[in-house]
């Protein structure tokens, strides 16, 4: 009797391990759901972001390239094949859209040379040339700490031009006034010589004299 709850025992240990497997292997969807959508770095700087552009643009996340990009007719089709690999594999941290039609204006790269871990800290020649050609400016912003708004901003003016957002200036330091220039009288000055003696030479002497006393 006890030898067949042994050899039972064992039999329930083996079916379950194999039901593991089964399970792990042949299960279609073995997915979990993430904590965060963001990193934290990501999501602080999509905070600032958004209070840069104030409403100018859209700010769009985790974009394929080949939804903003697409291929010239006259690419043959070895070309056209390698190109569509790499647009299809390569995503963008933010792109900038015009909020009315939204069209693209830029593309936005998080670099963080201390985290490769969801971040371009190695430049990519094949995106900044596909944008390049393409007439998009590609943007790289650096990560690093005390990062201002007014930092995200001017960043984005160097690259996106005059057309786009322009940064607020930043005062540093103590403004220096500008020089004065002399406040001219409105009367001509009459040179002492050419007053007329008004007071005798007498009396000034007598003034001066009860000045003195």
């Known amino acids: 009797m006890e030898v067949l709850i042994l050899v039972l025992a064992v039999l329930v240990v083996v079916a379950a391990f ?56 006259n690419v043959d089709a070895k070309s056209r094949i390698a190109a569509s690999v790499k647009l299809n594999a390569k995503y963008l941290d933010f792109v900038l859209c015009d909020p009315d039609d939204m ?20 430049p990519d020649w094949f995106v900044s040339g596909a944008f390049e050609a393409a007439g998009i400016p590609y943007v790289r912003m650096k990560i690093k700490a005390g ?38 009288p409105l009367q001509p000055v009459v040179e002492a010589s050419t007053l007329p003696s008004i007071i005798p030479e007498r009396g000034i002497r007598s003034q001066s004299t009860a000045m003195i006393h």
């Open 103 to 122: 069209s693209i204006v830029a593309a936005v790269d998080l670099v963080n040379n201390n985290s490769k871990d969801g971040h371009k800290a190695v």
């Open 18 to 73: 194999l039901a593991s497997r089964f399970m792990s292997h042949g299960n279609p969807f073995p997915f979990s759901k993430k904590s965060s959508l963001f990193t934290q770095v990501e999501r602080s700087y999509l905070n600032m972001l958004e209070q840069a552009v104030k409403g100018k643009y859209k700010v769009m996340n985790r974009v394929k390239m080949a939804d903003i990009l697409e291929l010239k007719s």
């Open 147 to 184: 990062y201002s708004i007014a930092d995200i901003q001017q960043g984005l003016a160097a690259k996106i031009g005059q057309s786009g957002l322009k940064p607020e200036p930043i005062l540093k330091g103590t403004v220096k006034k500008s020089p004065t220039r002399p406040i001219r």
